[in-house]
């Protein structure tokens, strides 16, 4: 009896034990402080209820971005500027998740987890810095960069009097070095592990930004000196002639054509009446100059066609007008008829090529610029091969008398002309080559006659005795609507 006596004492001593252990664990686990000595970010919250700790963290975060950090910097007229910012301004956040998780941890779980997680709770956590470099780009932006800093400037070729080529040189400016400004930012941080707590000053890093166009890079393009010149005159250009001519030439002036680049008249003319509009002028449509809007622009790409022949450049597309032309001679024309006819050229020098073309003085005058060896000159030769005599256009007018003739307009002979270009080497012939076979149709002779019995209006017997010119308007870009 005393044995089973002496058992139940035990097992009951066992429970009260267990039991008294249990609670002690359970008082332990249950407590809602953080433990004694806990250090976050050197700001101390052992003890403190796990609210008023959290609360106590985020007000020191708090703190910390409402801190000013000062950006020192050069501004353009050389003196010294600062912009000052909070550090939330400038990107930068803190955090200490490590701890908020271990926190989360002494409220979940077993009662053994809890336990478990407060007596290895870590007495020292770390308040972590993060930083976002796209918030300070915003306000340290491209456009605060150029107010405070400048823009670079390009550098310029120009054309002397002399045809000489000068440089005017660009200049540079300065931008932000994002790579070590990023750097400095994080070694200033306050409560990161290198940086320190307070106000902190950062000078802004800057690299010197080149411009796009400098004078090595232009000088690279290889326009070297005058290779080609040709002018036509422009006395007898009406205003409004006149006005398309300049308009054309200024849409040219100071094209630079890469190797091997095509230039496109078409893209020229689209451009000049864009930029600077047509007026009227005679055009030529259907073999006859009439009224039209950009009588002119042909004499830009003719000229130009002579520059760019003499230059030794290789044409893509070129015809001659409908019609001879009185500023160049036969066969050294080039037509325009927008959606028809194009006058192209391909820049084969090998450099770049630098158009200039200037109204002055009653003359258009058009110099390329470029690269051309010195001993090397190219020359035009044209030669009329076969003159085409005038036909006869008949035309009806009943008032006339039976028999009877009368010239209404004299025609003009037409061409066939043959063009040369011929290349000179130190002075002497040293290439001949053909640039082209051009047809100038001839222009009929204008006869009224009385109306024929049983013909038609051409007094011809029924027979038209020369072929309409191609209804094509060439030199412009509108003239008169006839009907199909």
């Excluded at 271990?102 to 077993?110: I, Y």
């Excluded at 400095?184 to 010197?208: C, N």
């Excluded at 073999?287 to 030794?312: D, E, H, M, W």
């Excluded at 003009?412 to 000179?424: A, C, D, H, W």
């Amino acid at each position: 009896m005393r044995k089973v006596h002496l058992l139940v004492v035990s097992v009951l001593t066992v429970l009260l034990t267990a039991s008294a252990i249990y609670g002690g664990l359970l008082l332990y686990a249950s407590a809602d402080t953080v433990p004694s000595g806990t250090v976050v970010g050197g700001l101390e919250v052992g003890g403190l209820p796990l609210a008023e700790a959290l609360d106590k963290l985020e007000s020191r975060i708090a703190e910390l971005r409402k801190q000013t950090v000062e950006f020192t910097f050069v501004d353009i007229e050389n003196k010294a500027a600062k912009a000052i910012l909070t550090w939330e301004q400038a990107g930068v956040s803190w955090d200490a998740p490590d701890f908020r998780t271990e926190l989360m941890s002494l409220s979940a779980g077993s009662v053994w987890e809890r336990a478990k997680t407060r007596k290895n709770f870590a007495e020292t956590w770390e308040l972590l810095a993060s930083f976002q470099p796209s918030d300070l780009k915003k306000i340290l932006s491209p456009e605060w960069e150029k107010e405070h800093f400048g823009s670079p400037v390009n550098a310029v070729r120009s054309i002397a009097a002399d045809d000489s080529i000068r440089y005017l040189p660009g200049r540079t400016a300065q931008r932000i070095d994002w790579e070590s400004l990023v750097l400095l930012m994080q070694a200033a941080i306050p409560g990161s592990s290198s940086g320190s707590r307070g106000a902190a000053e950062i000078t802004i890093p800057l690299t010197t930004v080149q411009p796009a166009v400098t004078v090595e890079s232009l000088k690279r393009e290889g326009i070297r000196r005058k290779i080609a010149e040709f002018s036509t005159g422009l006395q007898t250009s009406g205003a409004g002639r006149l006005h398309n001519v300049e308009a054309a030439a200024r849409s040219i002036d100071g094209m630079v054509l890469p190797p091997d680049g095509i230039f496109d008249y078409a893209k020229v003319v689209e451009d000049a009446e864009q930029s600077y509009g047509f007026r009227e002028a005679p055009v030529i449509f259907g073999g006859k100059l009439v009224p039209g809007v950009g009588g002119g622009i042909c004499q830009v790409s003719s000229t130009l066609y002579n520059a760019a022949v003499r230059a030794g450049l290789d044409m893509v597309e070129r015809r001659n007008h409908s019609l001879p032309v009185s500023y160049v001679p036969l066969g050294q024309d080039a037509t325009f008829a927008q959606g028809y006819i194009n006058f192209r050229f391909q820049n084969t020098s090998g450099k770049h090529l630098l158009i200039s073309a200037q109204v002055a003085d009653g003359r258009l005058t058009v110099k390329l610029f470029g690269e051309l060896p010195d001993n090397v000159t190219y020359d035009i030769e044209s030669r009329t091969t076969d003159i085409l005599t005038a036909p006869d256009k008949y035309v009806a007018n009943p008032d006339l008398p039976a028999g009877s003739r009368e010239i209404v307009l004299q025609g003009k002979p037409g061409y066939i002309v043959e063009t040369y270009r011929v290349k000179y080497v130190d002075g002497k012939p040293a290439a001949t080559t053909r640039l082209s076979r051009d047809t100038y149709p001839a222009q009929p002779n204008i006869i009224a006659v009385p109306r024929s019995a049983g013909g038609d209006d051409n007094g011809d017997g029924g027979k038209k005795s020369v072929q309409e010119a191609p209804r094509v308007l060439e030199d412009g870009i509108d003239g008169p609507k006839f009907p199909k």
